[in-house]
């Protein structure tokens, strides 16, 4: 069976950090996986997480396995930070949440959920959007086309075509939609500019998938909620799919939860019985570490207060690290106006490099970051930054 079997390519994004890991060059710089990373280049573990690491283990009785959609306290402590506590999404019935391995999880669980009741659907996405963002829809069986989003022109949204083409599409359709800190570009919607497309979505028919991976690393927490309170203010169901993989750190843990939406708590209870018959052939049920450090954290208020501290200096270094490069590159004379890597939100950034310079940054210089010019700006620190710039500066003067 397996003797013509050709090797699958590499994924675009963490094929390139093993292409990272192997390179043999002192100096190098990995600006491409999707990690934060402090001053030392570690991907830290915040001080919230072990302390409810702590205090899972000195009260660990058991190693049984969750239900199959997780512990009810884990569900309202994501829709409380999902919506805001006090929102009727979080306690009122017509929401409900699955402890999902991860963003991506809930992302496929979602769309294999999807495809039993909208078997001939079309998924629109972001141009562009994350990579695995295609995969995913398209192994559970969907359809994919794509709404523009990104401008390359003025670096910025192209929010008059993404209005246009969102109109056009037909009622039941789905729409995958970035929250915050959009990947790969780090450009977002304003909020009221969410407040035009959930009126849009309204109007259509068709039904919000919302990735909702970083919150906390673009507006804070308030403010990166923007998409979700808007949408449930105008319609009556949407699907949200959380990672707390960057917010809380829990990358390897795999920390994530989907919920479902539905217009009255019968119909989003009988939703999600299907979501839990969806994870049961999948996974069966959610692994317990990450989900009990996120609902500590979350259900005490001491521990809740000292993350929001900690969320705070991983967003605010990052936006650091954001204008830091655009002074670099404005001081190495690099053609072009930079200025719009700081408008941007999140740890990404479409750099504005063209593949050409993004292979030689790659050949030339040992710098990695994905095609099309996508860096984590979380890779740069005080001791790689004037080598990037300089390297950069050296791409974008080779002719072509």
Not at 121 to 148: C, D, L, M, Q
Not at 221 to 249: C, H, Q, T, W, Y
Request: with cysteine; glycine share 10%.
């Amino acid at each position: 069976m397996f003797e013509e079997i050709q090797p699958a390519p590499a994924d675009a994004i963490l094929g390139l950090t093993e292409a990272y890991k192997k390179d043999p060059r002192p100096v190098k710089v990995n600006l491409g996986v999707g990690v934060y990373q402090d001053e030392q280049g570690h991907t830290p573990i915040l001080g919230t997480v072990k302390e409810a690491e702590k205090r899972i283990l000195a009260a660990a009785k058991t190693k049984t396995y969750h239900s199959i959609s997780g512990t009810p306290e884990y569900g309202k402590c994501v829709r409380e930070l999902m919506a805001g506590e006090g929102h009727e999404l979080v306690s009122g019935g017509r929401a409900c949440t699955a402890h999902t391995p991860g963003g991506t999880a809930a992302l496929r669980i979602g769309a294999d959920f999807l495809k039993l009741f909208a078997q001939d659907a079309t998924v629109w996405v972001s141009s562009p959007t994350w990579a695995n963002h295609k995969g995913i829809f398209t192994a559970a069986g969907f359809r994919i086309k794509e709404y523009p989003y990104y401008d390359a022109v003025s670096k910025g949204l192209d929010f008059e075509a993404m209005k246009k083409a969102l109109r056009k599409v037909p009622a039941e359709d789905i729409v995958l939609l970035h929250a915050c800190c959009h990947n790969p570009t780090g450009v977002d919607l304003t909020p009221e500019q969410w407040k035009e497309v959930s009126v849009l979505a309204r109007d259509a028919g068709w039904l919000p998938f919302v990735d909702f991976a970083y919150q906390g690393f673009g507006g804070g927490l308030e403010g990166d909620r923007a998409a979700i309170l808007a949408l449930a203010g105008e319609i009556p169901e949407m699907l949200v799919a959380s990672s707390f993989s960057k917010n809380f750190g829990l990358y390897r843990d795999r920390a994530g939860a989907l919920t479902v939406m539905a217009s009255t708590p019968e119909r989003a209870a009988a939703a999600f019985s299907h979501v839990q018959t969806r994870i049961r052939v999948s996974y069966s049920n959610p692994p317990a570490h990450g989900g009990l450090i996120v609902q500590t954290i979350l259900s005490d208020a001491s521990l809740r207060k000292e993350w929001l501290n900690e969320l705070s200096a991983m967003r605010n270094r990052i936006a650091s690290l954001r204008a830091h490069l655009v002074e670099g590159l404005r001081a190495m004379k690099v053609p072009g106006d930079y200025s719009f890597i700081q408008k941007q939100h999140g740890m990404f950034s479409f750099s504005g490099l063209n593949d050409q310079q993004v292979a030689y940054l790659r050949d030339q210089k040992a710098i990695y970051m994905v095609g099309g010019g996508r860096i984590n700006v979380a890779g740069l620190n005080d001791s790689n930054m004037k080598y990037v710039c300089e390297s950069i500066a050296e791409a974008v003067a080779q002719k072509k």
